[in-house]
């Protein structure tokens, strides 16, 4: 596929996914017999049919590099090794926090979720959070960003932005870095694996899934 190409189409799929996040929660207010999660839920669905369509091919030439390339106990020991690495980048920002006295960080998962029904919890953490997040912050930009150095850096600052876009409240530097450092992880973890992003999509499941026990056990 060519440059310009594949350009338009990560535009486009951001385009869209700005427009029906900005105006979601609107769709939603006009139709008062349907809860406003429900309305976001299609939504979500129909989206992450949308980016499924645009990059099927990358998935499935992920997936065959996934289980051809490499053994079973190398697998397990980058998933591993990336699971842990998020989990002490969230720990390195809590001692920060401590330390400097500006707040200890709440996890962003677990904070984003405590207020949605447990089946928009589940789906948007394991299924949306997973695939279309990923696909739209991660492999959609890895096609363009050739360098990995300005890949890992752009997309961090990208996934970031859009997270606080919609956010109308007080943006403390440790919410900021609660998404960019993390972000960082992910995108570093895309570019070791040969731009894999299935391996990705594993360690970012592995990693919701501690939030949403979180919310679960009613912790």
């Known amino acids: 596929m060519k440059k310009n190409e594949v350009l338009l189409k990560a535009v486009s799929v951001y385009l869209i996914y700005f427009i029906y996040m900005q105006y979601g929660n609107l769709l939603g207010n006009l139709a008062p017999f349907i809860p406003v999660h429900v309305v ?29 390339e490499s053994t079973l106990g190398k ?26 006295h500006i707040g200890n960080i709440v996890d962003q998962n677990t904070t984003s979720i405590q207020n949605m029904p447990l089946y928009y919890a589940i789906f948007k953490t394991m299924i ?26 752009g997309s961090s600052i990208i996934y970031t932005a859009m997270n606080f876009v919609f956010t109308i409240s007080d943006i403390s530097i440790m919410q900021i870095l609660g998404y960019f450092i993390p972000a960082l992880v992910f995108g ?26 979180i919310l679960l056990l009613g912790v």
């Open 40 to 68: 976001l839920l299609f939504l979500d669905i129909l989206f992450l049919i949308l980016i499924l369509c645009l990059y099927h091919k990358n998935l499935k030439e992920d997936w065959m590099k996934f289980w051809k």
């Open 75 to 100: 697998k397990i020991k980058i998933i591993l090794l990336g699971f842990l690495s998020i989990i002490l980048a969230n720990f390195v920002l809590s001692l920060i926090g401590e330390f400097f």
């Open 128 to 153: 949306f959070g997973v695939v279309a997040e990923e696909i739209l912050f991660r492999e959609s930009l890895g096609d363009v960003l050739e360098n990995k150095w300005m890949y890992i850096l």
């Open 188 to 213: 570093t973890i895309y570019i070791k694996n040969d731009r894999n992003i299935i391996f990705v999509m594993i360690v970012k499941f592995a990693y919701h899934l501690i939030p949403l026990t």
